[in-house]
């Protein structure tokens, strides 16, 4: 009896401890990265609180890549990419919002280059570079040329623009390019509805074949 | 020979001591009776609960008992404190569902997804990027529309839809750049007086 007794315990201890470590695992998504991973992904979140950037992107980078499937190495690749974009947008917008820093990275992430967003900073008070940063990630997405979407909002954005007019210059991109127009084009089209704040810099751009829409970048 | 043995007293005592004893054969019943005659004690639960008492346990349980509260203590850690150093309450809601008791940073928005398809849930930066969290609901009978309303913080959130399984950006929202897993996000800006 008293050996039963001690089996029922001993199995009653084991039951409480697998619980628990399941609820652990449950609660903390980055348990499901393999060790090596998992501490990788841990030093970089622990570096870039110390650094003083917004350490809980790359903990949602991470867990955005184990709910999408993807494996360890590619997490941890995006993580430290996403690492490495925040601290170069913080070296040059060194006092953008966490909200801003992101949409910036969001650039550089789309290989836009660090000096491009130069223009964007120190945007003086009661001005916020945040829309006019999350429009052009939005047009180097949709596949508008780089060069092109950066010197149209970036003059938009010197310029003075508000947020309707980068509203409006978006909301007329995105419904050309969904009626299959070249994206290139959508831009140059929209731009001209703004007098005075079309760069010179974007070149005509024709439109594809009938039959072929294009297609967002993805 | 010695003096003790030599005095009456103790002579008297020994010859005391050798005499058989004699028992009466019912004084054990009488004794039993009286015992049974008394009430019973009476143990209140509390008295059960701060009497103490030997617990035996097999080393095999100690080990086990030992394990499961290392465990707890483990899973109370990752509850209250995240890997990335906040707190619980300082974790974005997932899903209100209803929007009593909204903080008052908070917007309620809705999102929107028009395509045909069995199972939609919106998956983003303020519920975890948890496929389950969020699960939208259809607003036309034929299923051509599917919606969710939840409150958000002011700034900036990264989204997309999860539309019978697959990852989906919203296209009539900004996108973000491919984040290195292959599929573009959605952006919406809460709270700037924009609807982005």
Known sequence: MTRYRSLIRGAAGLVACLASQAVAQASDPLSKLDPNSRFAVEAMIDSARVAGLPSRMLWLRAVEG???????????????????????ARAVLSQATDDELAAAADLLEAKVKPEA?????????????????????????????????????????????????????????????????????????????????????????????????????? | MTD????????????????????????????MEFVRREPAPRFSVWHRLVQPRALSLSPLASVALAAGLVGIGIFTGLFVLRRDGQTLAEQPLAVAPTVSGLPAS????????????????????????????????????????????????????????????????????PLAPDDGFGRPNSVRLVGRGSSL
Not at chain 1, 66 to 88: C, Q, Y
Not at chain 1, 136 to 164: N, Q
Request: no cysteine.
């Open chain 1, 117 to 218: 967003l130069i223009p964007f900073r120190n945007p003086g008070r009661g001005r916020s570079p945040l829309l006019a940063l999350t429009i052009l990630g939005d047009l180097v997405t949709r596949g508008v040329p780089r060069d092109d979407a950066l010197s149209a909002i970036s003059k938009f954005w010197m310029g003075g623009a508000g947020d309707a007019e980068f509203m409006g210059l978006f909301r007329g991109v995105e419904s050309d390019i969904l009626q299959g127009l070249n994206p290139g084009a959508a831009l140059q089209n929209r731009v001209r509805e703004f007098p005075g704040r079309a760069p010179s810099s974007i070149k005509p751009t024709t439109t594809p074949p009938a039959g072929e829409p294009e297609t967002p970048n993805s």
């Open chain 2, 4 to 31: 003790a043995e030599d005095h009456p007293y103790v002579e008297w005592i020994a010859r005391e001591a050798r005499r058989p004893v004699a028992t009466d054969p019912a004084a054990r019943a009488r004794v």
């Open chain 2, 106 to 173: 908070d917007t309620v928005v809705t999102f929107i997804f028009a395509g045909k398809a069995s199972q939609v849930s919106l998956v983003g930066d303020f519920n975890g990027w948890d496929a389950k969290a969020t699960p939208m609901t259809k607003v036309v009978p034929q299923g051509t529309y599917w919606s969710v309303t939840l409150p958000l913080s002011a700034g900036r959130h990264v989204y997309a839809f999860v539309v019978d399984s697959q990852w989906v950006a919203d296209q009539h929202a």
């Open chain 1, 66 to 88: 184990i709910n999408k499937g993807a494996d360890s190495r590619r997490i941890v690749a995006a993580v430290r990419e996403r690492f490495v974009h925040l601290k170069d």
